[in-house]
Structures are given as C-alpha cells and as structure tokens.
C-alpha cells in the first residue's frame, strides 16, 4: 500500500512542476537534478511548490489516511459493533441531559422567591433591614485601612490631626447631608440591569443610545422553563409603564433538542437550541426605535423630473432581539441567517444561564472577572514554542522512553 505522505508530496510535485512549465518566467532555483534529498531540497525552496503543496494538504483535512480502509474485513467488523455500542452510549448521554433539563425546571420553583426579592428591591418596592445587608464590601475594607492610617497618624501629630480633624468632620457633614439626601430622593437601584447590560461585551454591542432610556425601564428579567413537548424555556423582559410601547412585557422563546441527529449521531454534545420565537412590541406612536425614515430621491426617465419619496428601513436596535430571523424550512439556509441565529441562540443561553442567575455580580462587574479567568486561546504552561509536547508528537512511544528512577527520600 503507498504510503499517503508521499503520495500527497508526488501530487504537490506534479502540480508544481505544471504551474513551472506554464509560467513565462524561468525558474530562479536554476535546474533541478541530482540526488533525493537535494532534490527536495532544491523543490522546498520554489514558492511556487510551496504553494501547491500547501494547498495540496489544505485540501485532505479531514480526510483520514487510509488506515481504516486497509484494514481486513474482520477487524472493520468488529469497528463497526463499536459504533453501535457508542450509538447507545449517545443515547443514554442524551436521556441524561434531558434529566438534567427536569432537574433544572424542578429548581427553577425553589430560585423563584428569591428573584422575585431581588426585584422588588431593584425597583425600590422594599427596603432591606441592617441584617439583610450585612455583606462586607471592598469599600468598607478601605474604610478599616483608612481608619487604621489615622490612628497611627493621631499618635505621632495628635494636636495637628484634631485641627484637620475638625475640617474634614465639617466637609463630612455637608456631604452626609447631601447624601442623605440624595438617598432619600433614590429609589431602589437606578439603571440596575441596563448597567448589566453595558457591562457585558455581547450584549453592549448590540445597545444603541436610543435603546438606553427605554432599558432604564426595564425592571425585571425572568427564565420560565418548559419540560417537554418540545424542551425549551422563555426569557420574560418586564417593564414598567413607559412612554415607548404598550407591552408591560416582551418575551423570547427558544426551543431546545436533546436528541442524537439521525445523519450524524457522534456529533451530538448535549442540548443545543433549534429555533427562536420573538414577539410583537406595540410601539407608541413614533417611537418605534427599530426602524428609521430615510428620504430618496428618484428621477423619471423620460421627463427627467425628480421626486423626493420616505422609505421605512431597519434600523439598529437592541430591540431587533425580539424579531428574529425565521429560517426556511425546506431550502438551505443562508450564511447570514445561520450566522444571526447563532449569535442570537448564544445570547438567549448567556442570558438564561449567567445574567438572570447571578445578575447582581454582572452589574458589579465580579461576575466579568470571574469570566475573564477562562478566557478561551490561553496557552497552557509547556506548550510554548520551542517546549516539546509528547502528546502532540506522532512517533512517540511510551514504551521506548525508560521510567525515571525513584528517588528515596
């Protein structure tokens, strides 16, 4: 059997030995003759066979090298009992994701109380008593350290820290003052999840300043789980009353598989969204932030007169979330589409899995550390260039290398 190495270095010989014989220039590597190895090192040196070859290889990806197929009838017998023993494995994987799915909706009943809490406090319909808000805070930890400096400072410089001491203690009470009564003018926790939003990259993005002052009325965000028949779950955006629409809420709502597909079964890695429902806002009367007017003019051929003429267009919005594109279903999709879905079933997922549970350490920006710490592309320690990585080395052999001696403590 050839080896399929260097079959594809023959093939990407052959087609750079065409591209030479067709080109006008001479070659600059001058003849290519004598032994093998000078040889191949005369041909490596031509960009152009560079180039063939490259494309050469570019093309077999993910293509496999024959070793399969040369194997006897037997052995491909017995590959193919171990495809329908990891078809039930899929199976079996598949039913436990289904569960968990369950298991989610059951605990969505036991989370509700407290995010129905957390918004009544946002919104500024309840206090939290002094036990409530017992939670250490980064700036109380400066406030220790402070206290800590000026303690030290009175026992050196007492009479010149009581004099200073007296002048800030004024500006405190000026600025207590205000503050109190600026808290008291405060309700609840202005902006609470607009800030969220701003502070995550994905959802930033698609915010634009005219959607800022409706999303300053947006009070709550809510995840309603459904089971079965088919899986899924509904993202609820609640707002209070409001100048722009009539909606007191708009929703979104995806619907989830967890099933091995029936052309590709190995391919399946767990519940993955299918397709995404929006709904209809009852815009008030312009303020229809999703679209824009934009004049045109246009020029009649026979008299040549001109006429202006307003056009509705789309417009950026964060609100175009809640319209989605509806894929065709007996035609391929296009890359666009396919490539909006995709974003848009990843946001939904972000939304339902990280924002709505821990939605206070996104607008303190904790929760976007935390994040930050696995960043996908870090390279891990030892597999720099120049470090040698056994894992990625073809022809090693566990076996040739000796084990290292014990050392005795």
Known sequence: MADPDSKVYDDAIDAGSEENQTSEEPSSQGDVSGE??????????DPQMLAALQDKLGSMVGHNSGYIQSLP??????????????????????????????????????Y??????????????????DDEADWPSDDEKEDELANEKTDLALEDAK????????????????????????DENTKGIPGFWLTIFKNVDMLSDMI???DEPILNHLQDIKVEFKEKDPMGFTLQFIFEPNDYFENKQITK?????????????????????????????????????????????????????????QKTVQNDSFFNF?????????????????????????????IRERIVPRAVLYFTGEALENDDDYDEGDEEDGAEEGEYDEDADPDYSPGKEKPAECKQQ
């Open 36 to 45: 093998p190895a000078a040889l191949a090192s005369q041909l490596m040196r």
């Open 208 to 210: 634009q300043p005219a």
């Open 253 to 309: 709502e995806y619907v989830m598989r967890s099933e091995p597909e029936e052309g590709d079964p190995f391919s399946f890695e767990g519940p993955e969204i299918i397709k995404c429902i929006g709904c209809k806002i009852d815009w008030k009367k312009g303020k229809n932030v999703t679209v824009k007017t934009v004049k045109k003019k246009q020029k009649h051929k026979a008299s040549g007169t001109t006429r202006t003429i």
């Open 112 to 129: 509700l109380p407290l995010f129905e809490k957390r918004t009544t406090v946002v919104t500024g319909g309840y206090e939290p008593n």
């Open 159 to 182: 009479d010149e820290v009581e004099k200073k001491a007296n002048i800030e203690e004024k500006k405190e009470e000026n600025a207590d003052s205000e503050a109190k009564e600026k």
């Open 73 to 110: 009838k037997s052995v491909k017998r017995r590959i193919k009992a171990l495809k329908k023993l990891q078809f039930e494995a899929t199976k079996i994987e598949a039913e436990f994701y289904r569960e968990v799915h369950r298991l989610e909706c059951q605990y969505a009943a036991k």
């Open 322 to 350: 809640f319209s989605p594109p509806t894929p065709p279903e007996d035609e391929e999709m296009d890359e666009d589409t396919e490539a909006l879905l995709a974003a848009d079933f990843e946001i939904g997922h972000f």
